[in-house]
């Protein structure tokens, strides 16, 4: 009926009968043909793959755009409290130049009065660091401020795996039906 | 492989008159299969498959794991169908000598004329209870799916149909039942490939 | 940190305070008076937001997008119906590019690809779900309450009131006739001409007041950006940009896949196609008198195998077969395969026609 199989959005009347040996052509070349076997049901028949699950894509961060995880830095100083002269000179004189470098990064500073001074990583997951930097030169607080800025967010970890993915292996899984058997 | 002998307390080679042969002594004296670590991994270390090997005749060597049934999907305008080598359609198991999933087959006839189809729908329609699917495939001598696409049932005969099945399903019980709505979900999971 | 307040006021600037807190005081409150009466943040204070300034930063947008243009994408319908001050028209053109660009990914590189999958993968990169989970990874946050005196650099949207049924808020403006019969069959393919890109209803806007969920307000914020990059800084930076956040998610099309009948497919597209008709063996087996027998079947089609598959009875080893089989078929990708847009890069090559077949097994 149509010789280059069947256009699309065609729908077959499988009732009729010129559609029988439409069926049986398709079928005549081998006898082991297993069309015969399936069970058919006569209600389903406009879709072959129909999709019901709700899928959706996951994000891979660094693969395309690479998004900083840590969105916001709070500095919390004293004014008067001794454990704080480093974080002043810290605030006065490398701050500036950390926020030229990461403008991808909202920096907050804001008096905590008769406080250590603090400061605080606020991550894309909701999650919120803190590192308390009392007593601390304006170098070692630059080294605090880059371990919170490296940070996602997350809980510390032990990684186990040196790679994880969330593509599938493209070596394959092993399986014991395949193959041939070797001596081991 | 592991054939038991009660080991006597001096070793074997200090007694030579125990022993039948040099070669078995050795080969009874170093029964240590699998009991270090250099000695398991010498047996894991299993000669590769030949698309694996290293590079041969100094250019490096393309792995080459065939897909399914690649070739034959492709459209005749992919540079890709060529690229099957000649040894791997060779190199596949004749397919006549595979066993068939099915015991029997059925065999093909194309006997029916437009005549009898009309005769089967008459038969179905006109009194269902006598002509069912199975009844009617084994009068024409086909199969009862034919049967299935010639025809429907009717909807008297599809009410009573469902009242049966209704009767029979309220006589199961829970394990039963549950057994019964699992293997429609395996079923199911079939055509997801899960 | 003090921030610097710049505003226009006659009035204010006109009273001659000597003490300069009290004179600053003042002009914040006279500011925030101001601000209130706005229903979003006015446009001079994008400049002094830092969130707006860290977004901007953070997504590597071009400099040609102006914070101000940034801010307004975060301004929903329903927080400002203004449409000189809201994101509806950055959307509505964001929407678009979207559709576009994902569509013609998708149908290039699967051109077998069946409409119901393709449907569902272009639910998987664009779908509102996504495109909120998109704007959650970039770092927005919400506003509680929209208004002129909060930060640009916050989403601002009204909320559905609670209780409300989400499907009541937007009416149905399709244009299929017999749309109300909701039991009548649709065929897919009537949903090109009539549904949205998802094979869904095409569903008007939202009634004035009525608020949006937070769902789409977000999608609404996505569509905006990439409405906005392209009206600023043209076209190549949309589409990398689309490339780059949209594009690089993951997605197995394959997971998306759902039949019913796999080997009854399999046999009608084999005879479609003129191949041999496709005949199930065993490859092998173990244990078929045990408690836990495992089968593999091939499907082979002459001498070459269609696909194979393996399970705990010979039917589901078959089904899961003829499966492979099928999945072979509409999953294919030509080489090297090209969309219709990039004919628009400068010194793009010739154009060479997307493959096109017969299309889905219709049984």
Redesign the interface.
């Known amino acids: 009926m149509f010789p280059g199989g069947l256009p699309v959005g065609a729908s077959v009347q499988v009732g009729e009968y010129q559609e029988h040996f439409n069926y049986n052509d398709a079928g005549k070349s081998n006898q082991d043909d297993f069309v015969g076997q399936g069970k058919l049901s006569m209600d389903e028949k406009d879709m072959s793959g129909v999709f019901f699950e709700c899928e959706l894509t996951e994000a891979q961060n660094g693969v395309g755009a690479f998004i900083l995880q840590c969105k916001r830095l709070d500095f919390h100083y004293c004014n008067f409290g001794g454990s704080s002269r480093g974080m002043l000179s810290f605030l006065t004189t490398d701050l500036a130049a950390f926020a030229r470098e990461h403008p991808q990064i909202e920096i907050r500073v804001s008096p905590r009065p008769a406080k250590h001074p603090v400061i605080k990583g606020h991550y894309i997951n909701g999650q919120e660091k803190a590192i308390c930097v009392r007593n601390l030169e304006p170098s070692e607080i630059m080294k605090k401020t880059n371990i919170l800025k490296e940070a996602n967010g997350e809980k510390l970890k032990r990684t186990k795996k040196p790679v994880t993915s969330l593509n599938e292996s493209v070596r394959g899984i092993w399986s014991p039906y395949h193959g041939d058997l070797r001596g081991v | 492989m592991a054939t038991s002998i009660t080991m006597p307390k001096r070793p074997f080679l200090t007694l030579p008159f125990l022993l039948p042969s040099l070669t078995e002594s050795l080969s009874l004296g170093a029964v240590r299969h699998q009991s270090s670590y250099r000695r398991t991994k010498q047996r894991l270390r299993v000669k590769p498959d030949a698309s694996f090997g290293p590079s041969q005749q100094g250019r490096d060597q393309i792995i080459y794991n065939p897909p399914s049934s690649a070739p034959k999907f492709l459209p005749a305008n992919d540079v890709r169908r060529a690229m099957r080598p000649a040894t791997a359609a060779a190199a596949t198991t004749n397919v006549s000598e595979l066993p068939s999933v099915y015991k029997t087959q059925p065999e093909r006839k194309y006997h029916l004329t437009p005549e009898d189809v009309e005769e089967i729908r008459k038969l179905r329609l006109n009194d269902p209870m006598t002509w069912s699917r199975y009844s009617l495939a084994k009068k024409f001598e086909c199969s009862p799916l034919f049967i299935a696409k010639v025809c429907g049932a009717s909807p008297e005969k599809k009410a009573i149909q469902k009242q049966v099945l209704e009767a029979v399903q309220s006589r199961w019980g829970p394990k039963r039942r549950m057994a019964r709505e699992d293997r429609k979900l395996r079923r199911e999971a079939w055509g997801r490939d899960e | 940190?003090e921030q610097h307040c710049s505003f226009a006021a006659g009035n204010v600037e006109d009273a001659t305070f000597q003490d300069p807190d009290a004179m600053r005081h003042i002009r914040r409150a006279h500011k925030r008076k101001t601000q209130l009466q706005y229903p979003s943040p006015p446009v001079e204070a994008a400049t002094q937001s830092?969130?707006l300034?860290?977004l901007?930063?953070?997504?590597?947008l071009p400099s040609r997008l102006p914070l101000q243009t940034l801010a307004r994408t975060l301004v929903d319908a329903s927080a400002d119906s203004n449409v000189d001050f809201n994101n509806e028209s950055l959307a509505t053109l964001g929407h678009d590019l979207l559709a576009n660009y994902t569509s013609e990914h998708l149908i290039c590189t699967y051109p077998r690809l069946?409409l119901?999958?393709t449907?569902?993968a272009m639910?998987?990169?664009v779908?509102p779900?996504?495109l909120a989970?998109?704007s959650?990874?970039?770092?927005i946050d919400n506003a509680t309450v929209p208004g002129g005196e909060v930060d640009p650099?916050f989403l601002q949207f009204q909320r559905v009131a609670p209780g409300t049924a989400v499907e009541d808020i937007s009416q149905l403006k399709s244009s299929r006739p017999y749309a109300d019969q909701k039991k009548w069959?649709m065929?897919?393919?009537s949903k090109i001409f009539y549904d949205d890109e998802f094979g869904d209803a095409i569903k008007g806007s939202v009634a004035l007041g009525q608020g949006v969920t937070e769902e789409t307000a977000r999608a609404t914020f996505v569509r905006a950006v990439l409405g906005a990059i392209y009206l600023h800084a043209g076209r190549p930076a949309a589409k990398r940009f689309f490339?780059?956040?949209?594009?690089?998610?993951?997605?197995?099309v394959?997971?998306?896949?759902?039949?019913?009948?796999?080997?009854?497919?399999l046999?009608?597209l084999?005879?479609?196609?003129n191949?041999?008709?496709?005949?199930?063996?065993?490859?092998?087996e173990?244990g078929r008198k045990s408690r836990s027998p495992?089968f593999?079947?091939?499907i082979?089609?002459?001498?070459?195998?269609?696909?194979?598959g393996?399970?705990s009875s010979?039917m589901?080893?078959?089904?899961?077969a003829a499966?492979?089989?099928?999945?072979?078929?509409?999953l294919?990708t030509?080489?090297n395969p090209r969309v219709p847009s990039s004919m628009e890069e400068e010194g793009a090559a010739p154009w060479k026609p997307a493959?096109i077949?017969?299309?889905?097994?219709?049984?």
């Not at chain 3, 959650?136 to 770092?139: D, F, M, R, S």
Request: positive net charge; hydrophobic residues 40%.
């Open positions: 940190m830092a969130k300034a860290a901007h930063a953070r997504l590597y069946p119901s999958v449907f569902a639910y998987a990169y779908g779900k996504t989970a998109i959650k990874e970039w770092g650099g069959r065929t897919v393919s490339e780059q956040h949209i594009l690089s998610r993951h997605l197995n394959s997971e998306l896949f759902n039949f019913s009948q796999p080997a009854r497919d046999a009608r084999c005879a479609r196609e191949f041999e008709a496709p005949v199930a063996k065993i490859v092998s173990t495992v593999v079947v091939g082979f089609s002459g001498q070459d195998k269609l696909g194979e393996s399970g010979l589901e080893a078959r089904e899961r499966l492979s089989a099928l999945k072979g078929w509409y294919y030509p080489l493959h077949d017969l299309g889905e097994v219709i049984v």
